[in-house]
């Protein structure tokens, strides 16, 4: 009997150490048996209810509990037949109270308990129990309880120990990396809220953030400048910085200033500006502030930016400046043309003087005389003189004009037709006008010398031949364009455009070109004076339109000018009057002019052709004089501006002694509001220094033959 028990017991022991055999194959990849148990059950307690439950299984279900030390003293039960205990439910022993469990634990021994009450006490439901220590890799975890009834095999005893002790290592190390996961999750947690709250500060800051490394790669973009450029960061982060958003024209700049930063020879935070490529293709000017990104060891590796958007700031700089040049230039304008009429004024009394006295010189001689000619040379310059005197006066904006309603597109055919017999064949002229109506309220005469004046210029920069073309077109001016140029008003408008394909002009040299007298070229007779734009500009001025300019070396200049557009459906036709031949006469007359000479000249005129001249130099003057021969005076003849009592003053006067008085206002200026004053209070009629002998006998004879 007992034989066949020992073969029975034999056969159960062979067929557990079969199962655990068994189990030891399945065991051949480790690393996978120990991650399918202790994935699942990354801690203590758990690994050790698996471990219990699958010894329960290869047992067939017969008692098993594994037990953990909590403290090097004590013990307690943490898993029983693969059920985890409840903490409230778990026995714990103190080593030293139980010498059983200090051998199992502290010797790492296999021990068997003999059977006792106090054995039932502790291990509840036991026949025999045996204890296999678990060990770790440097100390004790604690230890397996089996019941020796199946009378199992010492080297059995051994891998189930073994196997215990693995399990429980194997889960130690997982609780371990675990932590560590934990652990690295928390830091990793940490580092994303601080990474996200560095880039929430990035973020909502008012400049562009940029880093990138010595090659130009792009580690860091701020949401400012992501806006900027257009692209979201993702896209723009690992991008090489000068290839991708920096313009061919300024990568060698911008490299430079990168390479000067890397090596430390710029002061960091030095303010550089240079623009940028956004995804439109615009360029955004950027103020840069920089600095270096350097490793441990105190290398450089990259550079850190700031960069603010000064583009618009710029150009409300640039449009600013424009603005105050532009009233600059006005106010130098006006004060120049405040100058030139001063001495208009006087120019026109001397010139009134020798065109006088060699007309009238003139006038007594024939063709075959030997004084003929020189006679006439000193006519012809002295109303080349007087047409100077016009132009400084059409720059000061204070030419005359008879402002009508123009068709321009008929007055720039008409020039057009002079251009083409003056200029050089080599010019090439074209002309482009809008088919719809062209109306301008202008002067015709100044609209032909402001096109020829620019036509004269093309040519000179044109050399070699060239184009020059010549465009009308009505357009709209809106608030936008108005708020660049001060005094424009919004609204409808013709623009007249000349262009040529010349030498262009120096961009240090567009401040002065509409300077009068000012000139690139030798001055002399057959190259002008310098007027030419300052007369062009003063006659658009005067119309109450704009010019601008736009100029390039080596490729051409454009000049476009703007006149306030007119609306009218028909131009009327204006046939000019001529001046009849003047007639003499036998009435007195009362010649009123400060300069002695332009006086003297007067009397002699009139004197010439039969008239009695009484003279006065001033308006208190002729006020004694008038009231002394008011019966014998027919007209009175008088200058606008004199010493102590103007011509107004003196007119009004007059018109208190006689108001039926006729009066001749003369005046070396363009004074026309005051000459209108004059001629409302009671004037009959104006002549303009310097006159000519035609012009003045005429307009004497017209007023004293009137009603």
Not at 427 to 433: F, G, K, P, R, V
Request: aromatic share 6%.
């Amino acid at each position: 009997m007992k034989n066949q028990d020992k073969e029975a017991d034999g056969q159960s022991g062979s067929k557990i150490t079969h199962a655990y055999a068994s189990l030891y194959d399945q065991l051949a990849d480790i690393k996978h048996f120990v991650y399918s148990v202790t994935r699942l059950h990354g801690d203590r307690d758990s690994a050790a209810a698996a471990i219990s439950k699958q010894v329960c299984e290869m047992r067939g279900g017969s008692d098993n509990a594994v037990w953990l030390l909590t403290d090097p003293r004590t013990v307690e039960e943490t898993a029983r037949n693969g059920e985890l205990t409840a903490k409230e439910q778990r026995r714990t022993v103190d080593l030293h109270s139980y010498s059983e469990v200090s051998r199992a634990i502290l010797d790492q021994r296999v021990v068997w308990v003999s059977s006792s009450e106090r054995t039932q006490e502790l291990f509840p439901g036991f026949q025999s129990p045996i204890l296999f220590p678990i060990k770790g890799s440097t100390e004790s975890l604690g230890f397996m309880v089996l019941d020796n009834q199946d009378q199992i095999e010492a080297e059995d005893y051994q891998f189930v120990s073994q196997f215990a002790s693995m399990i429980l290592e194997m889960s130690e190390l997982y609780r371990r990396l675990e932590d560590e996961i934990k652990l690295r999750r928390s830091l990793e947690e940490l580092l994303r809220k601080e990474r996200d709250t560095a880039q929430m500060y990035l973020d909502v800051a008012g400049v562009i953030l940029l880093a990138i490394d010595k090659n130009g790669k792009i580690g860091l973009l701020n949401r400012k400048g992501s806006q900027i450029l257009g692209f979201p960061s993702e896209e723009i982060v690992g991008k090489n910085w000068f290839e991708c958003f920096i313009k061919p024209a300024d990568r060698e700049f911008v490299k430079s200033v990168f390479s000067q930063v890397m090596e430390s020879h710029l002061d960091p935070f030095s303010n550089v500006e240079y623009p940028v490529l956004t995804k439109t293709g615009e360029e955004r000017l950027i103020a840069w502030n920089k600095t270096i990104i350097t490793d441990d060891s105190g290398l450089a590796t990259g550079s850190l930016s700031s960069g603010e958007d000064i583009t618009d700031r710029k150009r409300a700089e640039q449009e600013k400046e424009n603005l105050r040049a532009q009233l600059l230039q006005t106010q130098k304008m006006e004060t120049m043309g405040t100058l030139a009429a001063g001495i208009a004024h006087d120019f026109n009394n001397m010139l009134a003087v020798i065109l006088g006295y060699s007309s009238m010189l003139l006038a007594d001689k024939n063709e075959k005389d030997p004084e003929y000619q020189q006679l006439q040379k000193i006519v012809k310059t002295s109303e080349d003189a007087a047409d100077l005197v016009q132009r400084i006066r059409i720059f000061g904006r204070r030419a005359e004009m008879n402002l009508v309603p123009l068709d321009l597109n008929h007055q720039i055919d008409e020039v057009t037709k002079l251009l083409s017999s003056t200029l050089p064949k080599t010019i090439d002229i074209e002309i482009h006008l809008t088919k719809d109506p062209v109306i301008i309220k202008a002067d015709s005469s100044q609209i032909a010398q402001m096109v020829m004046n620019l036509a004269v210029n093309a040519n000179e920069a044109m050399p070699q031949g060239g184009r020059l073309s010549i465009l009308t077109e009505n357009i709209v001016l809106d608030d936008d364009y108005c708020r660049l140029l001060m005094g424009v008003k919004p609204g409808a408008y013709v623009m007249l455009t000349v262009s040529d394909t010349g030498r262009g002009i120096d961009k240090s040299l567009m401040e002065r070109i509409f300077d009068p007298f000012f000139s690139t070229k030798m001055r002399d007779s057959r190259k002008g004076t310098g007027l030419g734009l300052s007369v062009v500009q003063g006659i658009v001025h005067q119309h109450g339109g704009h010019i601008t300019v736009e100029s390039e070396v080596g490729q051409g200049t454009i000049f476009r000018m703007y006149f306030p557009a007119l609306e009218v459906e028909k131009v009327p036709e204006y046939v000019e009057k001529e001046i009849p031949y003047p007639a003499g006469g036998t009435e007195t007359i009362l010649l009123v002019e400060d300069w002695e000479a332009v006086r003297e000249l007067g009397v002699i005129i009139l004197e010439k052709f039969g008239y009695t001249v009484l003279s006065a130099c001033d308006g208190q003057e002729a006020l004694d004089v008038y009231e002394k021969e008011q019966g014998n005076i027919s007209l009175v003849i008088l200058d606008i501006i004199m010493p102590r009592m103007d011509g107004k003053e003196c007119l009004e006067q007059l018109l208190r002694i006689n108001p039926d008085v006729k009066v001749i206002i003369s005046s070396g200026v363009g004074q026309y509001d005051l000459i209108n004053d004059v001629v409302e209070i009671g004037a009959k009629g104006a002549v303009h220094k310097p006159y000519s002998m035609r012009q003045l006998l005429g307009m004497v004879r017209e007023v004293l033959d009137a009603g």
